[in-house]
């Protein structure tokens, strides 16, 4: 058991990761997500700042055995407050792109986005509840050098393709606009 926790444990700090680093190289985006999802206009620009922020303080949290158990409760309350999000756009018949991952994935909001979020709650529950697992212990180095690395790769690529977008967007205006 004390295994499978920390599998859990760093299989959710990586999705945080990825998810935040990942919302964070296209803040515009994720701002105009937060508004499909609900949030208020006023509202839009400072959640879509706070959201990644947040989502990588989880990912910090859940590392260190020391503070795996709060790390595993903001993230079931993060993926629970998901949840209710996805199932409020649901009951209304809305299904917009949830920018799950930034740039580097999104999908539409449907049934199986709500069964994945309340799975990964529960995952982030049972770490809060059971504790951290198997120690990382002296392996924490490793671990934070790996961490980095995926970290700046993947802010990379997510800020890469945002602006390969963008270029391929002003291309096809100038191309418009000679027509």
Same mark, same amino acid.
């Given at each position: 058991?004390?295994?499978?926790?920390?599998? #859990?444990?760093?299989? /959710?700090?990586?999705?945080?990761?990825?998810?935040? /680093?990942?919302?964070?190289?296209?803040?515009?985006?994720?701002?105009?997500?937060?508004?499909?999802?609900?949030? +208020?206009?006023?509202?839009? =620009?400072?959640?879509?700042?706070?959201? +990644?922020?947040?989502?990588?303080?989880? @990912?910090?949290?859940?590392?260190? &055995? %020391?503070?795996?158990? @709060?790390?595993?409760?903001?993230?079931?309350?993060?993926?629970?407050?998901?949840?209710?999000?996805?199932?409020?756009?649901?009951?209304?018949?809305?299904? +917009? &792109?949830?920018?799950?991952?930034?740039?580097?994935?999104?999908?539409?909001?449907?049934?199986?986005?709500?069964?994945?979020?309340?799975?990964?709650?529960?995952?982030?529950?049972?770490?809060? @509840?059971?504790? +951290?697992?198997?120690?990382?212990?002296?392996? #924490?180095?490793?671990? %934070?050098?790996?961490?980095?690395?995926?970290?700046?790769?993947?802010?990379?690529?997510?800020?890469?393709? &945002?602006?390969?977008?963008?270029? =391929?967007?002003?291309?096809?205006?100038?191309?418009?606009?000679?027509?």
């Amino acid at each position: 058991m004390a295994l499978a926790v920390l599998i #859990l444990r760093i299989a /959710l700090a990586a999705m945080f990761l990825a998810a935040g /680093l990942a919302k964070l190289a296209s803040l515009r985006r994720t701002g105009a997500r937060v508004r499909l999802f609900g949030v +208020p206009e006023a509202f839009a =620009r400072p959640v879509a700042v706070c959201l +990644p922020l947040v989502e990588l303080a989880i @990912a910090v949290l859940l590392v260190p &055995d %020391a503070t795996a158990r @709060a790390g595993g409760a903001l993230a079931a309350l993060a993926l629970g407050v998901f949840a209710v999000s996805v199932a409020r756009l649901l009951v209304r018949g809305e299904a +917009p &792109d949830c920018n799950c991952f930034g740039l580097l994935h999104s999908s539409r909001v449907g049934p199986a986005m709500l069964c994945r979020n309340v799975v990964l709650a529960a995952a982030g529950a049972l770490v809060a @509840a059971v504790g +951290p697992g198997a120690s990382l212990g002296v392996a #924490l180095a490793p671990w %934070a050098a790996v961490v980095a690395i995926v970290a700046t790769a993947v802010a990379g690529f997510a800020s890469w393709r &945002d602006r390969a977008e963008a270029r =391929r967007r002003l291309g096809e205006l100038g191309k418009s606009a000679a027509d």
